[in-house]
């Protein structure tokens, strides 16, 4: 069979340094279907488009594919979505399968546009749907042993230059581990993986590193969530990749309290390890315990001050806009951001994403005023905060990346070119939440840039402009 899979391009390249980075859902299913003889091609469209709107036309091996797969997150469900209709009305014989964390969380919205559709984790559902043998609409997928996946078969993935038979891209992508113990209200890695940690045997992780390496990788990314959470493991892990003494620098993501165990940051270090990317997400306490994040402002700063010391860079991930942040604690979090020698910075504005208990709360308390998927990136406002008007935290998060990159005439530059592309595609965006924070003022629903309105506030947004809002 010939099976095309697709990773739909976002509305807005926020993360186009790292737009060779691909989700990982395709390849692994793809791999899997290629082990079992099948055809398979993998485009992720911020490096080939798979459709041309203009012209109505997909790429050639699309075309022909018998099975069509589309993954996608909330911020690129409605291209996923445009896809899906597109194909289904050009060939309506192909088979069109949608997956991946989006349809995840709201299946039934998933199946308006495809055949069927792949709940949670595909591996062990997607060849009995692929080839046909489970035609259910809605399709349940089940928790993967880690150690049954095997490594990532790049070849597949189209679009990628190849430099002296190895694939142009810089950080060998490997995941390791999936779930995460925790809990925080706003991620959708527990709905998607569950709480149960998962992580694959060591030597299997090293195989897959030292494959890479020979096919000339100097850098990996592990994909994992929380890379350190099982510490007898990843130690394990961490002593072969130093005995393999191989030139390979490599990152993850990982918790604040990783630094508590001696041994590991010492590990860590002398691993390669040279970017660790933490969940900061604030410095006020009370956004902590909204967050539901267990850890403390003085794990966080020992943390950032621990690795820089080891020699480590620190990417320093913030979220903006908890209940219990105003405009005085989100500066301070800005402030913070920068003083806490953190390398880089990601701030995000807090946003539901479907499927977490900040979602649910959301639509509960009808907080909700921005419907449009492709809004839902965390560069945008999309639900009414408590503390600080709409357009005032929209500021913050400008702000907050001037301030942070206000470091060097590079970095300044890069943060000033960014955000004039970004206003520049927001334009209606930013006008709808001026007149939406106007419109919420007059009708008393926020006094001193405080949230007062207790019943459904759906009546106040403003129908002409939520429509032109829509991006067609
Ligand atoms: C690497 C990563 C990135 C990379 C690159 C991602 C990319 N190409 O888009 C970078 C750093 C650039 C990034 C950026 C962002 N990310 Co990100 N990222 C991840 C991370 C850590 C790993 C992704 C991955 O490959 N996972 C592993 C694969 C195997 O999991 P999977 O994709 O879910 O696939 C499985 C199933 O879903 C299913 N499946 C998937 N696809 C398909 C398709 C078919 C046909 C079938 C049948 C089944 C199926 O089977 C797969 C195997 O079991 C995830 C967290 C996570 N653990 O997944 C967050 C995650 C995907 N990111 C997330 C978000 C929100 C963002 C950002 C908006 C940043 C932000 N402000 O939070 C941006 C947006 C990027 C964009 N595309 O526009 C959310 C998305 C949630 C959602 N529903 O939208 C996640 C889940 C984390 C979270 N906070 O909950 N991200
Ligand atoms: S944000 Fe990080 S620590 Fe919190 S649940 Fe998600 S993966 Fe786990």
Same mark, same amino acid.
């Given at each position: 069979?010939?099976?095309?899979?697709?990773? %739909?391009?976002? %509305?807005? !390249?926020?993360?186009?340094?790292?737009?060779?980075?691909?989700?990982?859902?395709?390849?692994?299913?793809?791999?899997?279907?290629?082990?079992?003889?099948?055809?398979?091609?993998?485009?992720?469209?911020?490096?080939?488009?798979?459709?041309?709107?203009?012209? +109505?036309?997909?790429?050639?091996?699309?075309?022909?594919?018998?099975?069509?797969?589309?993954?996608?997150?909330?911020?690129?469900?409605?291209?996923?979505?445009?896809?899906?209709?597109?194909?289904?009305?050009?060939? %309506?014989?192909?088979?069109?399968?949608?997956?991946?964390?989006?349809?995840?969380?709201?299946?039934?919205?998933?199946?308006?546009?495809?055949?069927?559709?792949?709940?949670?984790?595909?591996?062990?559902?997607?060849?009995?749907?692929?080839?046909?043998?489970?035609?259910? /609409?809605?399709?349940?997928?089940?928790?993967?042993?880690?150690? +049954?996946?095997?490594?990532? !078969?790049?070849?597949?993935?189209?679009?990628?230059?190849?430099?002296?038979?190895?694939? /142009?891209?810089?950080?060998?992508?490997?995941?390791?581990?999936?779930?995460?113990?925790? /809990?925080?209200?706003?991620?959708?890695?527990?709905?998607?993986?569950?709480?149960?940690?998962?992580?694959?045997?060591?030597?299997?992780?090293?195989?897959?590193?030292?494959?890479?390496?020979?096919?000339?990788?100097?850098?990996?990314?592990?994909?994992?969530?929380?890379?350190?959470?099982?510490?007898?493991?990843?130690?394990?892990?961490?002593?072969?990749?130093?005995?393999?003494? *191989? !030139?390979?620098?490599?990152?993850?993501?990982?918790?604040?309290? @990783?630094?508590? =165990?001696?041994?590991?940051?010492?590990?860590?270090?002398?691993?390669?390890?040279?970017?660790?990317?933490?969940? @900061?997400?604030?410095?006020?306490?009370?956004?902590? $315990? +909204?967050?539901?994040?267990?850890?403390?402002?003085? =794990?966080?700063?020992?943390?950032?001050?621990?690795?820089?010391?080891?020699?480590?860079?620190?990417?320093?991930?913030?979220?903006?806009?908890?209940?219990?942040?105003?405009?005085?604690?989100?500066?301070?979090?800005?402030?913070?951001?920068?003083?806490?020698?953190?390398?880089?910075?990601?701030?995000?504005?807090?946003?539901?994403?479907?499927?977490?208990?900040?979602?649910?709360?959301?639509?509960?308390?009808?907080?909700?005023? *921005?419907?449009?998927?492709?809004?839902? !990136?965390?560069?945008?406002?999309?639900?009414?905060?408590?503390?600080?008007?709409?357009?005032? &935290?929209?500021?913050? $998060? *400008?702000?907050?990346?001037?301030?942070?990159?206000?470091?060097?005439?590079?970095?300044?530059?890069?943060?000033?070119?960014?955000?004039?592309?970004?206003?520049?595609?927001?334009?209606?965006? &930013?006008?709808?939440?001026?007149?939406?924070?106007?419109?919420?003022?007059?009708?008393?629903?926020?006094?001193?840039?405080? &949230?007062?309105?207790?019943?459904?506030?759906?009546? &106040?947004?403003?129908?002409?402009?939520?429509?032109?809002?829509?991006?067609?």
């Amino acid at each position: 069979m010939k099976i095309a899979l697709i990773e %739909p391009k976002p %509305p807005f !390249d926020a993360y186009f340094f790292l737009k060779k980075l691909p989700l990982l859902g395709n390849l692994f299913l793809g791999t899997m279907m290629k082990n079992a003889g099948h055809t398979v091609k993998v485009y992720k469209e911020n490096m080939i488009p798979a459709y041309n709107e203009k012209t +109505d036309e997909f790429l050639p091996f699309i075309r022909e594919a018998d099975v069509v797969g589309i993954t996608g997150i909330t911020h690129t469900a409605n291209r996923a979505y445009l896809l899906a209709d597109a194909l289904k009305r050009q060939f %309506p014989e192909k088979k069109v399968v949608l997956g991946g964390p989006h349809v995840s969380a709201l299946p039934e919205e998933g199946f308006q546009h495809a055949d069927q559709v792949v709940v949670g984790e595909g591996e062990n559902v997607v060849l009995d749907v692929f080839e046909g043998r489970n035609k259910d /609409d809605i399709v349940y997928g089940s928790v993967v042993n880690m150690n +049954d996946v095997p490594p990532l !078969d790049l070849k597949i993935l189209q679009g990628y230059r190849y430099k002296k038979e190895k694939i /142009d891209m810089k950080h060998a992508p490997i995941m390791a581990s999936r779930g995460c113990p925790y /809990d925080c209200n706003f991620c959708s890695v527990t709905k998607m993986f569950g709480r149960k940690y998962r992580i694959k045997d060591p030597d299997l992780v090293m195989e897959e590193v030292m494959m890479r390496y020979h096919e000339g990788f100097r850098y990996a990314f592990f994909y994992d969530d929380n890379f350190a959470a099982n510490h007898e493991k990843t130690k394990i892990f961490l002593e072969k990749l130093i005995r393999a003494d *191989i !030139d390979l620098r490599w990152s993850s993501q990982f918790r604040v309290e @990783v630094v508590k =165990d001696k041994e590991m940051v010492d590990l860590l270090s002398r691993a390669k390890c040279s970017t660790v990317f933490i969940g @900061v997400e604030s410095i006020n306490p009370k956004a902590l $315990l +909204d967050y539901n994040k267990k850890q403390s402002v003085e =794990d966080i700063k020992k943390c950032i001050k621990t690795l820089s010391e080891r020699g480590m860079k620190v990417h320093s991930m913030f979220v903006l806009g908890a209940d219990s942040d105003n405009g005085e604690t989100i500066e301070e979090t800005i402030r913070f951001s920068r003083a806490s020698k953190s390398t880089t910075a990601q701030f995000s504005i807090l946003f539901p994403i479907p499927g977490t208990r900040l979602y649910q709360e959301m639509k509960d308390q009808d907080r909700i005023f *921005i419907n449009n998927w492709d809004y839902y !990136d965390g560069s945008h406002t999309v639900i009414l905060p408590k503390q600080i008007t709409p357009i005032k &935290l929209q500021k913050k $998060l *400008i702000h907050a990346y001037k301030h942070f990159y206000a470091t060097t005439i590079i970095t300044w530059l890069m943060s000033r070119l960014g955000f004039f592309m970004w206003k520049l595609t927001n334009k209606k965006f &930013l006008r709808y939440l001026r007149y939406f924070t106007r419109k919420l003022k007059k009708a008393g629903a926020i006094q001193n840039g405080i &949230l007062t309105h207790k019943g459904p506030l759906t009546d &106040l947004v403003p129908k002409k402009l939520s429509e032109a809002i829509i991006r067609k």
